[in-house]
């Protein structure tokens, strides 16, 4: 088969596990394991071994797709672009031509990072496997445990630095009436009814709430099209919205949102509220 054949002219943001399984041998196409849990960090990497999509490499939250804790800058502050390329160059992936698709069993929590990571560095060619590999088990598609030998993949990060604001750029824009921050943390803690990770309950004064699981269905499936526009009507005439959760990462799930709604005015605060809250107990 010559790679003309391989060829995909087009991917759109989410793609289904039809769409994926007849493509698993399309060396165009790279697939990233996203799986894991907060409270287990090894559980992914664990799940991954007993079982994943054919030819899916494993990424880390913690180890791979952040950068070690510090005082500040939160709980996953953004990682070293420069090992993460090397990373993702060991996956196959060249920046501009490979198709990257990700997955995860948690409604795209940690996918959206990874997505909005290689974004951020320039690569737009990426998806996100709609129902994740809950979607992928139940459809009866291919799995197993062997796991992909490093390639060769040249990835060049072109960073778009006017993509993030730092916790000064929030304190600078939060009262400006033509700015929206978005908090995107469930409603309770949002409302400091509950705070299971932080150590201070609450939000940054004067952001509203959007929580980031009102983007995809209980079964892990992306809403339709008008309703991701819904969910972001009332801000749409905004002239910046910055996002941010616990600590940047199911904020990409709104920024993922966002970009189908053909919002381009939104930033992320990486450190979002573990940083912030971290400079009220200094």
Not at 9 to 29: E, G, H, K, M, T
Not at 89 to 115: K, N, Q, S
Not at 210 to 232: A, H, K
Request: aromatic share 10%; charged share 20%.
């Amino acid at each position: 088969m010559t790679l003309m054949s391989h060829k995909i002219s087009q991917l759109q943001p989410i793609v289904s596990c039809d769409w994926l399984a007849r493509r698993l041998d399309n060396p165009q196409v790279a697939i990233a394991d996203c799986r894991f849990r907060l409270t287990q960090l090894d559980w992914g990497y664990q799940q991954y071994l007993l079982g994943h999509i054919p030819g899916a490499y494993y990424l880390n939250l913690d180890r791979d797709l952040s950068a070690p804790v510090q005082k500040h800058g939160g709980r996953h502050p953004l990682p070293n672009l420069q090992q993460l390329a090397h990373l993702w160059g060991a996956m196959g992936i060249t920046l501009g031509e490979t198709w990257v698709v990700a997955y995860d069993d948690a409604r795209f929590a940690f996918t959206a990072r990874l997505w909005w990571l290689l974004r951020y560095c320039g690569h737009e060619q990426v998806a996100l496997l709609d129902g994740g590999w809950s979607a992928w088990q139940a459809g009866g598609y291919p799995v197993t445990d062997v796991q992909p030998a490093a390639k060769s993949g040249k990835f060049l990060p072109k960073p778009q630095q006017n993509w993030i604001v730092d916790i000064e750029e929030v304190k600078a824009r939060q009262g400006l009436p033509s700015v929206v921050l978005i908090d995107s943390r469930e409603g309770d803690r949002y409302r400091g009814e509950r705070e299971p990770i932080d150590p201070i309950a609450g939000h940054i004064p004067g952001a509203v709430n959007s929580p980031w699981i009102q983007v995809s269905n209980e079964r892990g499936f992306l809403l339709p099209l008008p309703e991701q526009q819904r969910l972001w009507s009332e801000w749409r005439s905004a002239s910046e919205i910055l996002v941010y959760c616990g600590s940047g990462v199911t904020a990409c799930v709104n920024l993922f949102s966002l970009e189908l709604a053909a919002i381009s005015t939104a930033k992320l605060y990486p450190g979002g509220w573990s940083d912030w809250c971290s400079y009220l107990r200094a």
